[in-house]
């Protein structure tokens, strides 16, 4: 996020794109919802009519993987009206001209067709944008996981440095992270082509740095991702794997394929609180402590830095991750002795720039840092590109419509979005051992249209099948017109009803995500 | 209201010499109170180091005594499955008689109506083995938080009765007014603390409690919201109103010191062995009054949001002659849409105001 | 009986909550007041943080794969046998064979330490992990 969450409660204009922000992003939510109490206009794009969209001024119900060309349109309407920045522009930017020209050549009509959106309501929403004195976008994973994430992204940084709504407070474009340390996670280098604080790993005087530090001569290519790490198949390049409380099994697009390639591997290691699906394949499985039995920090959407600290012990002869990994170093060959987290951190801030003046003695006082925090004096950065942008101006990356990876068809004529409910986290390994989320939520159900659902003869709750070209599952109907005709919903917590056994497994080849947000599938009855 | 009576004694603590009392109590009992951490949050706290501790009686702490007298969560029995069936065996807790020192007079008003709810019609073991031996130490409420409506509940700023002993906050001395005998005991036990007051202390105490009543900042008019229910007359827009905007958190009903709605649900530790537990419950979720075969009796949002302020307003009264809402207005900072009781008093008061 | 404040695990919002301990056990959680994301609330999840963390399907001990079937094994054994399989493979095939997922869910500390570990002892920038899901 380039702002702070308290920041969006002072937003006049907010856009979401992609996020079911009620369910997902709670204290989010909240903070939209204050804003509109204070006044604030809420454009709400998404193609289900979720709880948000209700409370939406403007909801744009567009068709899935059109987002492209709806900014473009919104974006051709700011240019139209003279609702553009031009000193932004002028002084912040670079490439505007290549997008000014894609947009003039676009034909308005045919591109909100192709959105399956009104063109009066884009043009309304480009206004309410436009006009913003304050205004931030907010996208989630309706945006990256689609074939054409990365072009997604950078044309919602179009749109943003288009109108002149970046660099100040109240202001900006906030992606929100789904986990509670995925913004950590990459920070911390855990990406095969980036070590820590995104210090590439194919640049010679980053590796050097590194090297000197660590001891030792690194590789230089780019590793595997996890999508190419779990889908490589029995005889894949990937013969041994060490897991750390990830669950594969469940999360994966294509699961038949990930179980394949697990099965298929010569030794796996899982490190985890519970046997997972993924631990249940293992050849060995530490047991880990959770979060409530160790110390450390979580850097949370907003680059906030925060210490986790100890509560309690952690059960029978559970360790933490930490410890096993240093134990399993120190036996290859590689000993790695730190006395506490806070010597962890001492090295982060000594190698990664942004942590560069995050310490836990820092982090004690207050409410953690934002980073970039550069050194010990620094107080951190509610908000980023203030002044300037990280590379210096901001490029204009101009995109057209790419197609989703598959289309719905005459064989599978529905086309499937997946998502995240509020009672459950992700795999649901720690969520479904708890007895009020389970009391209040399951299992997956399969949200449908009542001219859909009419169609099949089928009732509420009435359990269907789920086919996809690459496998079938069973789980209950639930109809609804939350979600449009031609499209249906469901979610991928829940192992009984493995969502990602149907999902397609293309990816954007820019961030390798893969594309959750759209596959075919066909809905049918359970035979009597 | 505000006059001691005649039968009550008073006396004077001064505030130099709080710290020593206490010291002297934290020696027989547990010391429970208001504690401003290295955070800046204000909670309830055991108190260990009483040097260490900031202990706070302006801000109203962030968690109400419910938690020390209904645990989150809380194991009851531990059982085993043996042939001829299951062999419970409560839990054995010892808790240790404790002072709640500083409690405001919203959470002293709280702990009466848990005290009706776990003791009058049935005696909960499990409650009342926390609450037998506590003291609890009241402290009128001199300076109302912005959310405050106790004006409004019948339940402060000042209250009389109902703690062991109440102090009010005179400047640079408490008076300390005895309401019950463990009060009067705990006076007696360490006289050397205590000065008799005067007439001087008690005009004192009178301007305190209307200065304090002067300082809400938050008309709200509970007493027409309660009329308005007994009627029936709250406008069914007002339910879709507020349910369409309750994130279903849970969080008004577990910070509210006066929601007792727990669910009691069986643990199976091994092949032999379980435990019982009992743990906090909401009204507003759905599941609360879901039955075993999948039947709802409370179906939509609305009911269950009816429900819990029919509750709170209407039927508490009906019972207790006043509502178990006891002002403290801690679910209305805390709601994510503005689903909270002051919200409602609000939108079904008006036009009928 | 004490409180603990911590950074909730669910969803990237990142609240800063207390945990409820007595008798060493996590009994129950509470928002922070002042903390600048919670602001004395949570959702649904991290008021109930506290049930998964003493649930009885906790893993409590190691376990290896014998004759098909996990079973308890000493840190010793599991350490040793996890050790001795990566790096066979690692000296066989290059760490180019080895894959490594860290996890969104840890600490930066411990993700640190497991990249550091991938590009060290393993010799592989194969690490990554679920930033996409």
């Known amino acids: 996020m380039t702002n702070s969450i308290n920041e969006i409660e002072n937003a006049e204009v907010i856009l979401v794109s992609g996020s079911n922000t009620t369910e997902a992003h709670p204290q989010v939510a909240r903070r939209m919802l204050a804003a509109v109490d204070r006044g604030a206009r809420l454009i709400v794009i998404d193609p289900r009519r979720t709880r948000l969209a209700e409370c939406a001024h403007l909801h744009l119900p567009l068709k899935p993987g059109t987002d492209i060309p709806l900014l473009n349109a919104m974006m051709r309407v700011l240019l139209d009206e003279g609702l553009a920045d031009d000193l932004f522009i002028e002084m912040r930017t670079e490439n505007f001209l290549a997008l000014r020209d894609m947009l003039n050549r676009l034909d308005l009509e045919e591109t909100a067709a192709l959105t399956g959106v009104p063109l009066p309501l884009i043009r309304q929403a480009a206004q309410l944008y436009g006009r913003a004195r304050k205004a931030v976008i907010c996208y989630c994973l309706g945006i990256t996981q689609h074939v054409c994430g990365t072009e997604n992204v950078q044309t919602i940084a179009n749109l943003a440095m288009l109108a002149g709504q970046i660099e100040k407070e109240d202001t900006g474009v906030d992606p929100l992270r789904g986990q509670n340390n995925v913004q950590g996670a990459c920070d911390m280098g855990a990406l095969p082509n980036m070590l820590p604080s995104y210090q590439g790993v194919h640049n010679e005087d980053y590796r050097e740095k590194f090297e000197r530090a660590w001891g030792m001569r690194l590789p230089e290519a780019t590793g595997l991702s996890l999508v190419e790490m779990t889908h490589g198949g029995p005889q894949g390049p990937i013969r041994g794997m060490y897991i750390m409380g990830e669950n594969p099994m469940l999360s994966d697009p294509t699961l038949n394929k990930v179980e394949e390639t697990l099965r298929g591997l010569d030794f796996l290691a899982v490190s985890d609180i519970f046997l997972t699906e993924t631990a249940q394949l293992a050849q060995v499985v530490f047991p880990a402590a959770c979060f409530a039995e160790k110390s450390g920090t979580f850097t949370n959407s907003e680059r906030r830095v925060q210490m986790v600290r100890q509560a309690t012990q952690p059960p029978g002869e559970c360790r933490a991750d930490s410890e096993i990994i240093m134990e399993l170093s120190a036996r290859l060959g590689y000993a790695m002795k730190y006395g506490s987290s806070g010597e962890v951190m001492e090295e982060i801030a000594l190698l990664s720039p942004i942590y560069g003046g995050m310490y836990h003695d820092r982090l004690e006082q207050g409410w953690g840092l934002q980073w970039p925090c550069w050194d010990r004096n620094h107080p951190g950065t509610p908000f980023l590109h203030k002044y300037y942008f990280t590379r210096g101006r901001g490029h204009f990356m101009p995109a057209g419509h790419t197609a989703p990876g598959e289309a719905p068809d005459q064989e599978y004529p529905l086309l499937l979005m997946t998502g995240r409910i509020y009672h459950q986290y992700h795999t649901g390994t720690m969520t479904r051992k708890s007895e009020r989320l389970t009391r209040e939520c399951d299992h997956a159900v399969l949200q449908i249209n009542p001219t859909d659902a009419k169609g099949l003869c089928l009732r509420q709750g009435e359990p269907v099948r789920l086919l996809s070209r690459r496998g079938e599952i069973t789980l209950a109907a639930s109809i609804t017109d939350q979600v449009a005709s031609g499209m249906v919903y469901t979610t991928f917590h829940f192992h009984e009803a493995p969502i990602n056994q149907l999902t397609n497994d293309a990816f954007d080849s820019g961030s390798r995500c893969p594309e959750y947000k759209v596959c075919a599938v066909r809905v049918a009855k359970v035979a009597p | ?353 | 009986m004490h409180d603990v404040l911590t950074t909730c695990v669910y969803c990237g919002c990142g609240c800063g909550l207390y945990l409820h301990v007595e008798d060493g056990l996590v009994c129950g959680s509470q928002p922070s007041r002042h903390h600048p994301v919670s602001r004395d609330n949570l959702c649904v999840k991290g008021w109930h943080i506290h049930e998964s963390v003493n649930h009885p399907d906790r893993l409590t001990t190691p376990l290896i794969r014998k004759n098909g079937v996990l079973t308890p094994a000493t840190w010793e054994e599991a350490l040793d046998f996890t050790a001795q399989q990566l790096g066979r493979i690692r000296d066989q095939h290059t760490g180019k064979a080895i894959g490594v997922l860290t996890s969104a869910k840890c600490t930066n500390e411990e993700n640190y330490l497991l990249q550091k570990f991938a590009r060290t002892a393993l010799g592989t920038n194969n690490v990554d992990h679920c930033a996409r899901l």
């Open chain 2, 1 to 353: 209201m505000p006059h001691a009576s005649a039968t009550t004694s008073s006396h004077l603590l001064k505030k130099d010499h709080l710290k020593g009392f206490l010291r002297k109590l934290a020696k027989e009992y547990r010391l429970v109170a208001p504690v401003r951490n290295r955070h800046n949050d204000v909670l309830f706290t055991v108190i260990d180091d009483l040097d260490a501790a900031e202990i706070e009686l302006g801000e109203p702490p962030q968690n109400s005594l419910k938690q020390f007298f209904l645990p989150q969560q809380e194991r009851l029995y531990s059982y085993t499955n043996t042939p001829d069936g299951y062999d419970f065996r409560p839990t054995q807790t010892t808790i240790p008689p404790t002072v709640y020192f500083g409690v405001h007079p919203c959470d002293l008003s709280a702990v009466l109506y848990m005290d009706v709810v776990f003791s009058r019609r049935q005696r909960d073991p499990f409650y009342l083995r926390r609450r037998q031996g506590s003291v609890l130490i009241g402290v009128n409420c001199n300076s109302p938080a912005p959310n405050c409506f106790c004006n409004a509940t019948g339940s402060g700023p000042f209250l009389e009765m109902g703690s062991d002993l109440q102090l009010t906050d005179l400047g640079d001395r408490f008076l300390v007014e005895i309401g019950r005998a463990p009060g009067h005991a705990l006076i007696e036990h360490w006289q050397g603390f205590f000065s008799p007051s005067g007439d001087k202390d008690s005009a004192a105490r009178y301007q305190a409690f209307l200065e304090a009543r002067g300082r809400f900042s938050r008309q709200v008019h509970v007493e027409q919201a309660i009329r308005q229910l007994e009627a029936g007359t709250v406008p069914e827009q007002v339910w879709e109103e507020l349910s369409l905007r309750c994130q279903d958190c849970g969080g008004c009903a577990y910070l509210c010191p006066t929601c007792t709605c727990f669910t009691i649900s069986d643990q199976q530790l091994d092949a032999t062995s379980g435990q019982r537990l009992r743990s906090w419950d909401a009204c507003t979720f759905g599941g609360f009054t879901a039955m075993t075969g999948g039947h709802n009796p409370v179906q939509a949002k609305t009911s269950a949001i009816r429900q819990r302020f029919l509750h709170k307003l209407r039927d508490d009264v009906r019972q207790n002659g006043r509502p178990s809402c006891v002002g403290c207005g801690r679910c209305v900072s805390v709601c994510f849409g503005g689903t909270d009781i002051v919200r409602f008093v609000e939108r079904a008061c008006q036009g009928s105001l």
